[in-house]
């Protein structure tokens, strides 16, 4: 591996030794070489570990205890050692020339500090289109970005001086932290798109967390957070406060169908008095 590279990429993984093979692959036969590929093993009780030890000096492991996706990202970011840090979550691919176009992106465009690529999405091996409400666009999309990520971690390369004006992934958040940073970070910074799709997003299987019924729970605490934290102007506020609002009602309505009455009577409160 670079010793000095310009890219540090990241791939989280927690009993993925049934896919991982294909992420790693794909970072490895990327045309641009001029990365560190560290991989956070978060804990896995599989075959991660032997499967790891088949690319010997090829990368770097960190392992955990397992602590969830945030912090082994967050571990990632601090052991880097690259001006740019990519992500790649275990289950996705990229395509060989996914990191040459983003450094070329970042060379012509030295005001940037984050950007992201296209997608393929592939659903239980099939190929699917994007619904409309997942168009990305390039540029200042914090209200776009409000109702729905529209940033994919996988996707994104960004300067590693972002996190010092965003902050890191909140560990607190077992699922919707990327929704989190990407919100803080659309916020302060435009997010630019490269038109290309480079990168391979997959799903399907059962232990996709942005699968998972309910993750509009999590957004609703990273909106909360956003309205109390002072730093949205008053445009911005109120659309927060309604996207805000909107999210507790939906919510609400369904933990009171399942019987989760007291439950339902927070979310509903908080969106009737939140302003």
Not at 34 to 51: H, K, P, Q, R, Y
Not at 136 to 156: D, M, R, T, W
Not at 172 to 188: G, H, I, M, Q, V
């Amino acid at each position: 591996m670079n010793s000095k590279p310009s890219i540090s990429v990241i791939i989280p993984s927690y009993n993925r030794g049934w896919i991982l093979k294909e992420a790693v692959d794909s970072v490895l036969s990327q045309d641009c070489q001029d990365f560190e590929l560290i991989i956070v093993d978060d804990g896995s009780t599989d075959n991660t570990a032997a499967l790891l030890q088949t690319y010997k000096g090829r990368l770097k492991t960190l392992r955990q205890e397992n602590r969830g996706v945030s912090s082994a990202r967050n571990l990632g970011i601090k052991k880097a050692c690259g001006k740019y840090i990519a992500f790649l979550d275990s289950d996705d691919l990229w395509l060989p020339d996914k990191l040459s176009l983003q450094l070329d992106f970042f060379a012509s465009h030295p005001e940037a500090l984050i950007c992201q690529t296209e997608e393929i999405w592939i659903r239980n091996g099939v190929r699917v289109n994007p619904a409309k409400k997942h168009k990305k666009i390039s540029g200042h999309i914090f209200e776009q970005s409000l109702p729905l990520c529209l940033v994919s971690p996988s996707a994104v390369m960004m300067d590693r001086r972002l996190f010092d004006d965003v902050g890191l992934f909140d560990e607190n958040l077992p699922a919707c932290e990327d929704y989190d940073l990407w919100l803080r970070t659309s916020l302060k910074r435009p997010v630019f798109l490269l038109e290309k799709p480079l990168t391979v997003k997959r799903g399907g299987h059962p232990d996709q967390l942005s699968s998972a019924p309910g993750l509009d729970k999590y957004r609703i605490v990273s909106l909360l957070k956003l309205i109390k934290s002072g730093c949205l102007p008053n445009d911005r506020y109120q659309k927060t406060v309604k996207i805000l609002q909107e999210k507790c009602k939906i919510y609400g309505t369904g933990c009171a169908k399942r019987g989760r009455h007291v439950e339902a009577e927070y979310y509903f409160n908080l969106a009737a008095h939140i302003d």
